[in-house]
């Protein structure tokens, strides 16, 4: 990453002008020297997210911390290289099985508590319990 001439205050860089102008009044006029600094090394020229927008900001405070997060608008620039590519797909693929397997167990559940409260009783002589657990 290029290192940015340290004579120059953020706010006086036009990049960083244009960016401050994005944000909402009361967020732009938030930012310290600190912050600024920061933003100017990954937003200012050869930083990595130079070439991107964003679409959405937010900014949060916790005590005297204030954290601010935007989400990115647009693919990354560089792409992904191979080994990225397999993580994400496989990161895809167990949120997408671990979501899969809350949604069969919720619905299973839920139709559980809709036999029980019917009064239907499928094997009789036998209870998991969680009826009489949940019509307490």
Known sequence: MKSRKSTIHPSADPAMQALLKRF???IANSFTTEPLCA?????????????????LYHQT???????LSGFP????PAGL??????????????FVVISFTLLAGFTLFMMYLLKSALGID????F??????????
């Open 24 to 26: 909402p009044t009361a």
């Open 39 to 55: 933003l100017a090394a990954v937003m200012g020229p050869g930083g990595p997210y130079s070439c991107r927008g964003y679409a």
């Open 61 to 67: 405070s916790v005590c005297p911390v204030q954290f």
């Open 73 to 76: 608008d647009g693919p990354e």
């Open 81 to 94: 290289s191979k080994s990225e590519q397999a993580f994400a797909l496989f990161s895809m693929l167990i």
């Open 122 to 125: 499928l094997v009789s002589d």
């Open 127 to 136: 209870s998991t319990g969680i009826w009489e657990w949940y019509h307490r």
